[in-house]
Structures are given as structure tokens and as C-alpha cells.
């Protein structure tokens, strides 16, 4: 008998568990984005996905697993991109280069924004997603290997905690300004001062 029959069922079995999987990722980031991540369980995911739990965990071994996910399979990987473009545009030596990825920047966090509170309450209450934030943060400074370089070598964990500073400094903005409303300031205004505050700072000696 040809093995094609049954390799063309495990090409289906395989398909299908893709399309769980990327369903149950979807499901759970717009619940994430309109309820917060504590408020949502794994019943409330695996119903609005139209799974039952038992599936839900033959993909993921809970929620940690699936905000993992959804930050590889896309929110990692573009603020990645933003901050290898951070180290293309402080090789210029620029201000106003500089200034123009700080309004970059911003842009990045309103695209983001709506997972922003999920993103801090997961890390608040998961030691697993802090784990993962933690990692998430020392792959940007590796995403800039010209700036790191540019710095003594024992003098690189300073490079780093400057990268780390940089992105807490515009989490904590963007939180207070954008979802807050506690910063009253307009974005060309914040990328202005920012620049003021970090062009210098990133000076590598």
C-alpha cells in the first residue's frame, strides 16, 4: 500500500494543529488587549476560541505559555527591529537622526499599546513572564552589536544598563502619558525632551 494516504493525513493532523494553535494565540491576545491578562482564564480563551481546555492544553500549558507566544510570534521580534535600528542610527552620530527614531519609537509603543497592561500585569503576578521580560530586554542590547562594540570592553555592562534605562525610561513614559493621562505633552514634544535626555547618555566614551 502507498505510504501517501497516511502521510497526507499527518500533512492534515499537522495543519490543523497549526491552525488551533495560531486560533487559540488570536483568541487570547484580543481577550488580553480588552480584559487585562488576570481577569482571563484558560476556560474563557479556550471558549472564545471554540476549543475545549483539553485541547487548549495539548497546545500550551497555560496562559505564561500563550502571552509567550504572541510575544514571539510578533512583539519581540519588531521591538527587536526597533532597537537594530537604534544601533544603525547612533552609528551616524545624528541628534536629529536620534530624534527622528525616538518619534520612531513612540510610534512603536501606540501600535502596541492595547497589550501594554497585560504585558505589566503578567510580569507582576507570572515569575515565569518575568523570566521572560528579563530575557526580552537583554535581547535588545543584543540587538545592537556597533554601539556595544564602540564601548571598553570592561565598561559593556554599563553599555547595557543604559539600553535596559532607555526602554524602562519609555515604558514608564508611555504608561503615564498615553494610558494614564498623567504627562501632558504632545509626542513631538516628548520626542524632543527625550532626545535631549538620551542622545547624550548614549554617547558611547
Same mark, same amino acid.
Given at each position: 500500500?502507498?505510504?501517501?494516504?497516511?502521510?497526507?493525513?499527518?500533512?492534515?493532523?499537522?495543519?490543523?494543529? %497549526?491552525?488551533?494553535?495560531?486560533?487559540?494565540?488570536?483568541?487570547?491576545? /484580543?481577550? #488580553?488587549? /480588552?480584559?487585562?491578562?488576570?481577569?482571563?482564564?484558560?476556560?474563557?480563551?479556550?471558549?472564545?476560541?471554540?476549543?475545549?481546555?483539553?485541547?487548549?492544553?495539548?497546545?500550551?500549558?497555560?496562559?505564561?505559555?500563550?502571552?509567550?507566544? *504572541?510575544?514571539?510570534?510578533?512583539?519581540?521580534?519588531?521591538?527587536?527591529?526597533?532597537?537594530?535600528?537604534?544601533?544603525?542610527?547612533?552609528?551616524?552620530?545624528?541628534?536629529?537622526?536620534?530624534?527622528? =527614531?525616538?518619534?520612531?519609537?513612540?510610534?512603536?509603543?501606540?501600535?502596541?499599546?492595547?497589550?501594554?497592561?497585560?504585558?505589566?500585569?503578567?510580569?507582576?503576578?507570572?515569575?515565569? #513572564?518575568? %523570566?521572560?521580560?528579563?530575557?526580552? *530586554?537583554?535581547?535588545?542590547?543584543?540587538?545592537?552589536?556597533?554601539?556595544?562594540?564602540? =564601548?571598553?570592553?570592561?565598561?559593556?555592562? !554599563?553599555?547595557?544598563?543604559?539600553? !535596559?534605562?532607555?526602554?524602562?525610561?519609555?515604558?514608564?513614559? #508611555?504608561?503615564? =502619558?498615553?494610558?494614564?493621562?498623567?504627562?501632558?505633552?504632545?509626542?513631538?514634544?516628548?520626542? !524632543?525632551?527625550? /532626545?535631549?535626555? =538620551?542622545?547624550?547618555?548614549?554617547?558611547?566614551?
Amino acid at each position: 500500500m502507498s505510504p501517501e494516504p497516511t502521510a497526507q493525513r499527518g500533512s492534515l493532523r499537522e495543519e490543523h494543529k %497549526r491552525l488551533t494553535t495560531a486560533r487559540i494565540v488570536d483568541t487570547a491576545r /484580543t481577550l #488580553f488587549e /480588552t480584559r487585562g491578562y488576570s481577569s482571563v482564564r484558560v476556560d474563557d480563551i479556550a471558549a472564545a476560541a471554540g476549543c475545549s481546555r483539553a485541547t487548549f492544553y495539548l497546545h500550551f500549558a497555560g496562559k505564561p505559555e500563550v502571552l509567550r507566544a *504572541i510575544a514571539n510570534q510578533g512583539t519581540l521580534t519588531s521591538v527587536r527591529m526597533v532597537y537594530a535600528d537604534l544601533d544603525r542610527v547612533l552609528t551616524t552620530g545624528s541628534r536629529a537622526a536620534f530624534a527622528d =527614531w525616538m518619534a520612531r519609537a513612540i510610534d512603536w509603543f501606540f501600535v502596541n499599546k492595547d497589550m501594554l497592561p497585560a504585558w505589566d500585569e503578567a510580569t507582576a503576578v507570572e515569575p515565569e #513572564f518575568r %523570566r521572560l521580560a528579563r530575557e526580552g *530586554i537583554m535581547t535588545l542590547a543584543d540587538s545592537m552589536p556597533d554601539y556595544l562594540a564602540r =564601548w571598553p570592553e570592561d565598561r559593556r555592562e !554599563e553599555a547595557r544598563l543604559r539600553i !535596559e534605562l532607555l526602554v524602562a525610561q519609555l515604558e514608564r513614559f #508611555f504608561t503615564r =502619558w498615553a494610558m494614564q493621562g498623567t504627562i501632558d505633552v504632545t509626542a513631538e514634544q516628548a520626542a !524632543e525632551v527625550l /532626545t535631549d535626555v =538620551w542622545f547624550p547618555a548614549l554617547r558611547a566614551p
